[in-house]
């Protein structure tokens, strides 16, 4: 498989050549060549696989460049129960990510939040974590990641890292400003290569401070400084399978239409959906949920793409969805466009430019409906609302971004075909705002009980540039 840059003016490269890069050298993101195939008598085979065999099969035609034995070891070796052991019925763990059924047939949730962290990040990080190893070893390199969270991908990213030998982790985090479980989740882990820097600021703060060095070129070369940003093609790439291994568990019939609904912040879940379905697999339609920052729900709903300023995004009860510019967003313009680059490159001028673009009356907006996307927004009282009335209804207890997801996919009014909503995070990790939906804290793995009274490593500093520099410097 070849990548070649959304923008179309950066070398053609092969799957090895960008898993250890950013942005592509024009600035546009790296997409494979075209979306392999899989006629209908192949996904009934695939269905009958187990998880790790088929995403096996997936990957192997995305990832080419990595020898087939080897990619099934990591592949295998990463999708385990063992990895993802907190499926809400255990016995159901070996399904990787298994499907619960609110209404039989009808309404769905997948689980895709059993592995270490409690949210779906760890679905594709797990396999990051092996991948660098693997193609860091084969080239005999080292990297120091570096990373600013304010919870959830800095903590999957670590726990995919940690003990890996030839990577470094250096992860700042707003000092104080994360909860107690999230907190205790990064900073108890005690592996040498895993750093948690505590800056004195905000999560902007951090992620300033992470650009500044980023753009530092001479400090990244020497330093061997990357990153695992949600526009990591793999990542994308391993998040494909589990729409295959959803709409398996689903579908009456393999060829019958299945609809997705999705949380959706940086758009890198629901690009994965856009692929699976370009694949071949029968996805009906994708419903796309934001919460009250809503910047691509607009864009679906009137072909209008205007990010934000960080200053005019909201801190919501989602917060993993608090994104006011979707940085994988790019990809699927890319297709809208006929894979046209030049016509992309003129869209991200006008972004520069005038701060938006609007698609209504090009034949790009009229070939939307092909691609099959609904969009809607949620709030705080709908997810407080749709939480109460999963858990009173079905005795099932969901977290703030499922409930966004399943707030929207039910005013979408899908009738014809099963419906399955993406579950991104447990709902123990949002014990404050679960308190106010149902009246109670929701019960937490059995393992994570003592969480909080784990001894905690964590450095903090105070929010400057030179200071960040200088802890890597000394710790790379
Ligand atoms: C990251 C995240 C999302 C948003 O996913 P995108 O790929 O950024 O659209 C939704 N829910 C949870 C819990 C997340 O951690």
């Known amino acids: 498989m070849e990548y070649l840059s959304t923008r179309g003016q950066a070398p053609v490269l092969k799957f090895s050549d960008i898993l250890l890069e950013g942005l592509a050298a024009d600035g546009g993101l790296y997409v494979p060549a075209h979306y392999p195939h899989i006629p ?278 989602s917060p993993s969805m608090d994104i006011s510019k979707a940085s994988n967003f790019e990809r699927f313009v890319f297709d809208l466009v006929g894979r046209d680059a030049e016509a992309l490159r003129r869209l991200w001028q006008a972004l520069e430019t005038q701060g938006y673009f609007d698609l209504k009356g090009t034949p790009y907006w009229a070939r939307l409906p092909e691609f099959g996307f609904v969009s809607g927004r949620s709030t705080h009282a709908d997810r407080l609302a749709t939480i109460r009335d999963v858990w009173t209804r079905h005795g099932v207890l969901i977290d703030p971004h499922t409930a966004d997801a399943v707030t929207v996919a039910r005013c979408a009014g899908i009738e014809d075909t099963p419906v399955v909503v993406l579950e991104t995070a447990q709902a123990a990790k949002f014990a404050e705002t679960l308190r106010e939906a149902v009246g109670f804290e929701p019960p937490r793995p059995a393992e994570l009980a003592d969480l909080e009274q784990r001894p905690q490593r964590v450095t903090r500093l105070p929010a400057d540039v030179q200071q960040v520099k200088d802890y890597v410097a000394a710790h790379a």
């Open 40 to 317: 209908l008598e192949e996904l009934e085979r695939l269905s009958r696989l187990p998880y790790g065999e088929l995403a096996w099969e997936l990957l192997r035609r995305y990832l080419d460049d990595i020898a087939e034995d080897d990619l099934a070891r990591l592949v295998v070796r990463t999708y385990t129960a063992t990895r993802y052991p907190f499926a809400r019925h255990p016995a159901r763990a070996a399904r990787i990510t298994p499907l619960t059924w609110l209404e039989e047939g009808r309404f769905g949730l997948l689980e895709l939040s059993n592995g270490p962290t409690l949210a779906f990040k760890d679905m594709a990080l797990q396999l990051l974590g092996e991948l660098f190893e693997y193609v860091l070893e084969r080239r005999d390199e080292r990297l120091n990641i570096l990373g600013a969270t304010s919870g959830d991908t800095g903590s999957a990213a670590e726990y995919a890292m940690r003990g890996r030998e030839r990577v470094q982790v250096f992860m700042l985090s707003p000092a104080g400003r994360m909860s107690p479980f999230q907190r205790a989740q990064m900073y108890s882990l005690q592996e040498p290569n895993i750093h948690n820097l505590a800056v004195e600021g905000t999560f902007d703060d951090a992620q300033d401070i992470v650009k500044a060095v980023s753009q530092d070129a001479e400090f990244k070369r020497r330093h061997r400084i990357g990153a695992v940003n949600s526009i990591n093609w793999a990542r994308i790439a391993a998040q494909v399978v589990y729409y295959f291994a959803g709409y398996f568990q689903s579908a009456e019939r393999v060829g019958e239409p299945v609809a997705f609904a999705v949380p959706s912040g940086n758009f890198g879940n629901i690009l994965a959906g856009h692929i699976a379905r370009q694949m071949g697999l029968p996805i009906g339609c994708l419903i796309l949920a934001t919460n009250e920052n809503d910047v691509l729900d607009e864009f679906f709903r009137t072909g209008v793409y205007r990010p934000r300023a960080s200053s005019e995004t909201f801190a919501t009860s």
